[in-house]
T-cell receptor, first 115, second 115 residues
């Protein structure tokens, strides 16, 4: 079965620090990969996605992620975080099984940015 | 992206009762999904609801406990039956356009507390 691992459960940074959140998945075939963000008190929002093509994908709010097939990784990065980036971040992989697409989520990484 | 609303946004229920959660989408979608997010944990798929057919449940979830209706292409309900405190979670509705390279969009969630 497919699975998604997020290595950091809690990350604390100061504003302007660089961010990298790890995500690894277990599946050898074609994958669609996603990062979702959940700001405090808000619902889950799509941050960025990778389907095919350029392995470096750019999302909203200055986030980007790089798909490295050989490492089964899809790490999320941002060169300079802001206090407003405080949120929980979920990596997800699309699984096609039983005739349906479904998302498999990682455990999430809770990011706290201090001013 | 689709605009998704859920009712109720939160509820506090007594053990042994049932609660029906509604999910409304502002456009027609093929696939609707129901997830559970237990306190401090990631999202777990409960079932996939395709209009005109029976819902497909994930391992660990059964129709008697979580009956789902999907009467048309913009609406679905999830019922949490015979509730216990272990059912206290956020329940999220999600929609995807169909088979293939989907992007799923999520509703605001229903926060359920069972006493």
């Amino acid at each position: 079965a497919q699975s998604v691992s997020q290595h950091n459960h809690h990350v604390i940074l100061s504003e302007a620090a660089s961010l990298e959140l790890g995500c690894n998945y277990s599946y050898g075939g074609t994958v669609n990969l996603f990062w979702y963000v959940q700001y405090p008190g808000q619902h889950l929002q799509l941050l960025l996605k990778y389907f095919s093509g350029d392995p470096l994908v750019k999302g909203i709010k200055g986030f980007e992620a790089e798909f490295i097939k050989s490492k089964f990784s899809f790490n999320l990065r941002k060169p300079s975080v802001q206090w407003s980036d405080t949120a929980e971040y979920f990596c997800a992989v699309n699984s096609f099984s039983g005739g349906y697409n479904k998302l498999i989520f990682g455990a999430g990484t809770r990011l706290a940015v201090h001013p | 992206s689709a605009v998704i609303s859920q009712k109720p946004s939160r509820d506090i229920c007594q053990r042994g009762t049932s609660l029906t959660i509604q999910c409304q989408v502002d456009s027609q979608v093929t696939m609707m999904f129901w997830y559970r997010q237990q306190p401090g944990q990631s999202l777990t798929l409960i079932a996939t609801a395709n209009q005109g057919s029976e819902a497909t449940y994930e391992s660990g979830f059964v129709i008697d406990k979580f009956p789902i209706s999907r009467p048309n292409l913009t609406f679905s309900t999830l019922t949490v039956s015979n509730m216990s405190p272990e059912d206290s979670s956020i329940y999220l509705c999600s929609v995807g356009p169909g088979l293939g390279a989907d992007t799923q969009y999520f509703g605001p969630g229903t926060r359920l507390t069972v006493l």
